[in-house]
């Protein structure tokens, strides 16, 4: 039997902090969603460890975990392939994860507590250091850290598990999103201010309809949404002051 051709992705780090199998999901994921690994190539767990340059334990992990996110599929007599990426298939979870992250902004705000907020603040500030230093790179990854913990906040298994499931998605359509124009990376911010200051005021409608209008918004800058499909929410009003019982 011959051997499997070399798949087209980077050899890991040695000096990176993160486990093996995070890296290779990492870096599968990325090839996957940028066409390095396209939409029903074959893929081994010998090849790719080659490719990685790790043995295949962790690549065999990486695997299992891109299976659950719906970015590879076993077929029988053909094995693990890459699966249809397409602009439909990313129109259409992008939709899903709007409504998701806006249900999980409503919760947060309901449930979030002193030491989550002043954890989400501390990731704003880390944004904001990062978007005046032009570093989209680090841009995303504050951006990533904030949304889990409003997930996390939201003390819904279920909830967290479907936007886990969704993070290939979220991770391209961000990427693509915070590369799009200069102005976007402020335009993020900003957006991420709003979300946040609802979150403070404990605000669940007006905390849903920006987290929600956001994603949208970040779809269609990315190129993954057509125009025009963004809710109210972006301009809302401050946070509602709430009259305390008397």
């Given amino acids: 039997m011959s051997a499997a051709a070399p798949h087209p992705v980077e050899r890991l780090a040695e000096e990176d902090t993160l486990s093996l199998a995070e890296r290779a999901y990492r870096r599968l994921r990325d090839a996957i969603v940028q066409g390095t690994l396209a939409s029903g190539s074959r893929v081994s767990e010998r090849s790719l460890a080659q490719a990685l340059g790790i043995s295949a334990q962790p690549v065999r992990e990486a695997l299992r975990r891109l299976e659950q996110d719906g970015m590879v599929i076993t077929l029988p007599r053909r094995g693990t392939v890459v699966a249809e990426f397409g602009p439909a298939r990313q129109a259409e979870m992008g939709r899903i994860r709007a409504a ?137 009003p401050g946070p509602k002051t709430r009259t305390p019982p008397v």
């Fill in 100 to 236: 998701l992250e806006g249900a999980a902004a409503a919760l947060a705000a309901e449930r979030a507590d002193a030491a989550a907020l002043a954890a989400l603040a501390t990731q704003l500030a880390a944004m904001r250091a990062a978007t005046e230093a032009g570093r989209p790179e680090r841009v995303s990854e504050a951006n990533e850290r904030f949304h889990a913990l409003i997930h996390a906040a939201t003390d819904n298994v279920f909830l967290i598990r479907s936007l886990a499931a969704l993070r290939a998605y979220d991770h391209f359509g961000r990427v693509r999103a915070l590369n799009a124009t200069p102005e976007e990376l402020p335009r993020a911010l900003a957006e991420h201010a709003g979300i946040l200051a609802a979150l403070q005021a404990r605000d669940p409608e007006t905390a849903e309809a920006r987290m929600r209008a956001h994603v949208l918004r970040s779809l269609e800058v990315g190129g993954l949404l057509p125009h025009g499909l963004k809710t109210q929410g972006l301009k809302t």
